[in-house]
């Protein structure tokens, strides 16, 4: 399903040392170490020096009204933008090299997708598996294993067949968080996962990403929802082109803070 996924840059197997470097210095180095970023598109300043780190075994929500630079900052972990000014780690390596080695996983906003690819639930999930299937890209008993366990996961395991884009907005969300799932990453991006979906998806996916931090993975998720944020994140980065607060999500959320991103008139809505 082309880049909006990014299944065909993870279809290159990391070479072992950056899979090795990657894992083995965990303890040492955080998950995402994003260090005096800036990104310019021409003459429009998307993102201005922003600094944000995040350690595993947390949940940070990235907050930021449209425009803000959420979108430019998830490309740049990803290593599709190269920051003008800056560097970004992930895992103690270069982006790319973390995304070759599984260690990075993305689950993209609904709008970044071609739900018309001829791709059932399963096929979907298996993406997450190519970069260890080599150039043959012919699923082995692990393969499926881990792909029937993902399923299990995110509880799509009887709608496996189903092409793609008929599922609903929350089971379309599910499948792709099955994917990085099946990937086996410990470092996951997504962009507006509870955007269109219904609350028994909003539960599950929120539910599921608390187990995952709480088993050592590190996600950064961008979200709209301000009201359930505390419930689904350790910390919070409040982002208008640059960092405007970072720490606990009851700080970060403070009207004065909120005001200064999203305008006076927040406050009359929280």
Request: proline fraction near 4%; charged fraction near 25%; glycine fraction near 12%.
């Amino acid at each position: 399903m082309g880049d909006a996924n990014g299944t065909r840059e993870s279809s290159d197997a990391a070479a072992p040392s950056e899979v090795r470097e990657a894992g083995d210095t965990r303890e040492a180095v955080s998950a995402i170490e994003v260090e005096g970023v800036t990104v310019r598109y021409g003459e429009v300043l998307a993102l201005d020096d922003v600094t944000v780190r995040l350690e595993h075994g947390r949940v940070c929500g990235l907050v930021g009204m449209n425009g803000s630079g959420k979108s430019t900052l998830f490309k740049t972990i990803m290593g599709s933008i190269e920051p003008d000014h800056g560097t970004v780690l992930v895992d103690g390596v270069a982006p790319k090299a973390a995304r070759r080695g599984g260690v990075l996983g993305y689950v993209p906003q609904s709008e970044d997708v071609d739900w018309s690819f001829p791709l059932s639930v399963r096929d979907v999930v298996m993406t997450g598996r190519y970069g260890r299937m080599g150039f043959t890209r012919r699923p082995r008993r692990a393969d499926r294993e881990a792909v029937a366990e993902a399923l299990e996961r995110v509880e799509l395991t009887d709608l496996g067949d189903r092409q793609i884009g008929r599922l609903s907005g929350g089971q379309k969300k599910r499948a792709f968080v099955g994917r990085a799932l099946a990937q086996g990453a410990t470092v996951l991006l997504l962009d507006e996962p509870f955007a269109g979906v219904d609350k028994r998806s909003e539960a599950a996916i929120t539910g599921l990403l608390r187990e995952l931090a709480a088993a050592g993975a590190a996600i950064l998720v961008s979200t709209h929802d301000l009201h359930a944020l505390p419930g689904l994140a350790d910390e919070a980065v409040l982002l208008m082109r640059t960092v405007l607060a970072q720490g606990d999500p009851e700080t970060v959320l403070r009207p004065e803070n909120l005001a200064a991103a999203f305008g006076l008139d927040v406050l009359d809505r929280v």
